[in-house]
């Protein structure tokens, strides 16, 4: 999939298949959202009116309020890629979301995924 159809994609599709995901593994929405929150400093109600305006991916973090001074320390790899040597800060930004979500998935602490 190119660069730009990912930036076109609407938060909103991609929102609820990060739910399902998280939720069959186990873990809460809340939980979800406090790594969301975390990463992009959205509260729960500035996800939920992403949500509502159907906000593309290029717009929900161009219109993040901050992101994690400690986003750099996420590392490893999705979709076959080190989410660390991404060039695009975009697509590193989606990659870190995708990252944060996997690692919520498998049962990763809550504080780690934090990197608190």
Known sequence: M??????????ADIYPL???KVE?????VEELD??????????KQGLDQQIAQQAKLADFFEHAPRIHPNADKITGVICGVRVENIEDPLMQRIRWMDKLVDELAKGKALAK????
Request: aromatic content about 16%.
């Open 18 to 20: 990060y739910a399902k």
């Open 2 to 11: 190119n660069a730009d159809r990912v930036f076109q994609m609407p938060f």
């Open 24 to 28: 069959r593994k186990g873990r809460t």
């Open 34 to 43: 406090e790594v969301l929150c975390w990463l992009t400093g959205y509260d």
């Open 113 to 116: 995924i934090l990197r608190a």
